[in-house]
């Protein structure tokens, strides 16, 4: 299985981006798949994550400004993020997953992709 993120770059701070993923390799739809950023300095967080059954799951912080959807058959994801921030910079990555989760599906992923940078500019 390949992810494979694509949509970042260079933004003003009050704009959009728009991220997609897809996850290729497998004839199977993913249980579950996520987006997760890391800022320079500090640990990798959840962003959002959405199953095949339409269920989500967002990091409190970016409820509201953030939206993920996915398209199962073709295990494609995107995150629209709305009203960006200088402190939304970071390295996002695409997560997934092609089994049932044994804990927390929102947190459990096996296959991951190289990253895409997002940049906010003040």
């Known amino acids: 299985v390949q992810v494979v993120e694509s949509g970042g770059g260079l933004v003003q701070a009050g704009g959009s981006l728009r991220l997609s993923c897809v996850a290729s390799g497998s004839i199977f739809s993913a249980n579950g798949m996520g987006w997760y950023r890391q800022a320079p300095g500090k640990e990798r967080e959840l962003v959002a994550a959405a199953s095949s059954d339409g269920a989500t799951n967002y990091a409190d912080s970016l409820k509201g400004r953030f939206t993920i959807s996915r398209d199962n058959a073709k295990n494609t994801l995107t995150l629209q993020m709305n009203s960006l921030k200088p402190e939304d910079t970071a390295m996002y990555y695409c997560?997934?997953?092609?089994?049932?989760?044994?804990?927390?599906?929102?947190?459990?992923?096996?296959?991951w992709g190289q990253g895409t940078q997002v940049t906010v500019s003040s």
């Open positions: 997560a997934a997953r092609f089994r049932r989760a044994t804990m927390r599906w929102w947190d459990e992923f096996d296959y």
